[in-house]
């Protein structure tokens, strides 16, 4: 089966401006997740989405980070404005519906770095 | 909300020695528990998990215990080999997963 796949795989902005990024997640996987995972750091949540509702953003940085996943398949990670405590790789994955009684499939993650 | 601890934070071994990362979780309400591996420059990859009907789980060299009495649950991998080196993260996981802060496993020859 296809991985989850997301872009760009790296991506250099400088502080106040805006980035995207984007993830599409295994077929089928109703469950998408955006991690953030600052160097050196465990992966820590920013937000959970079950088709195409929102299930836990309470550690989302709402003031200048969004997120959206219409019509319930891919998905966006939107940062704007950018700081540089933002330079991390953030971290897209599925899985399969059960609330969360099932390992995720990471893809290959976003590195940003805010300079 | 969950708080998972790990440790210790590096671990170095011998080639073919044991290793043990051991995790503690504070939300009872946490079910099921995965351990990834994350080699430099990748993904986190699901490695082995354990749910919380079940106090362990084997598979070839690593293996995985639970004590949801004590809320600690621990990954020991036997006869280690120099490709065993990574980052390993423990989470425990209810709505979603709530990752430790990582242990650098070194297996030196």
């Known amino acids: 089966e296809a991985g989850v796949a997301q872009s760009p795989r790296y991506k250099i902005i400088e502080k106040r401006q805006s980035v995207a990024f984007w993830c599409n997640p295994i077929?089928?996987?109703?469950?998408l997740y955006w991690y953030q995972q600052i160097l050196g750091q465990g992966p820590k949540l920013l937000i959970q989405f079950q088709n195409n509702g929102v299930v836990d953003d309470s550690q989302l940085p709402k003031d200048r980070f969004s997120a959206e996943r219409l019509k319930g398949v891919d998905s966006t990670l939107k940062i704007q404005p950018a700081k540089l405590e933002d330079s991390a790789v953030y971290l897209c994955?599925?899985?399969?519906?059960?609330?969360?009684?099932?390992?995720?499939?990471f893809g290959s993650g976003t590195r940003l770095t805010v300079v | 909300g969950e708080n998972v601890e790990q440790h210790p934070s590096t671990l170095s071994v011998q080639e073919g020695d044991s290793a043990v990362i051991k995790c503690t979780y504070s939300?009872?309400?946490?079910?099921?528990f995965p351990w990834y591996k994350q080699e430099l420059g990748k993904r986190p990859q699901l490695i082995i998990d354990i749910r919380s009907n079940v106090g362990e789980k084997k598979d070839q060299r690593i293996a995985v215990t639970l004590n949801k009495t004590a809320k600690h649950f621990s990954l020991h991998i036997t006869e280690t080999q120099p490709e065993d080196s990574a980052v390993y993260f423990c989470?425990?996981?209810?709505?979603?997963?709530?990752f430790g802060t990582g242990t650098r496993l070194q297996v030196t020859l």
């Open positions: 994955a599925s899985s399969p519906p059960g609330q969360g009684l099932y390992g995720y499939t």
């Open positions: 989470a425990a996981t209810s709505w979603h997963a709530t």
């Open positions: 939300d009872s309400a946490s079910n099921y």
């Open positions: 077929s089928g996987h109703a469950t």
